[in-house]
Nanobody, 120 residues
Framework: QVQLVESGGGLVQAGGSLRLSCAAS????????MGWYRQAPGNQRELVAD???????KYADSVKGRFTISRDNAKNTMYLQMSSLKPEDTAVYYC??????????????WGQGTQVTVSS
């Protein structure tokens, strides 16, 4: 019905930058809120940032001023620009979206995750 595919993860040194992308595909009528979550080993999955269809954003305190979330509604794609990366940002990053499919079916979808590793 809907697939979310993340890309852009990798290995970067502390202080570096990465840009994650999340592309949604399928029988999509519209997408409401989208968000980035992350999960480090031994930790619970946590919200990093989210964005409404109108562009209102929210960030975790730990990433404010360093990460920027954005989306391109025409492309059903969301981005996360990460700067001034720290070793504690190391985690698997997941994309999440509230999707309305053709036929008004609502689904909450997750991507498969992309690994971000920040070396000190």
């Amino acid at each position: 019905q809907v697939q979310l595919v993340e890309s852009g993860g990798g290995l970067v040194q502390a202080g570096g930058s990465l840009r994650l992308s999340c592309a949604a595909s399928g029988s999509i009528f519209s997408i409401n809120a989208m968000g980035w979550y992350r999960q480090a080993p031994g930790n619970q999955r946590e919200l990093v940032a989210d964005i409404t269809s109108g562009g209102t954003t929210k960030y975790a305190d730990s990433v404010k001023g360093r990460f920027t979330i954005s989306r391109d509604n025409a492309k059903n794609t969301m981005y996360l620009q990460m700067s001034s990366l720290k070793p504690e940002d190391t985690a698997v990053y997941y994309c999440n979206a509230d999707v309305i499919l053709w036929g008004t079916v609502k689904v909450n979808a997750w991507g498969q995750g992309t690994q971000v590793t920040v070396s000190s």
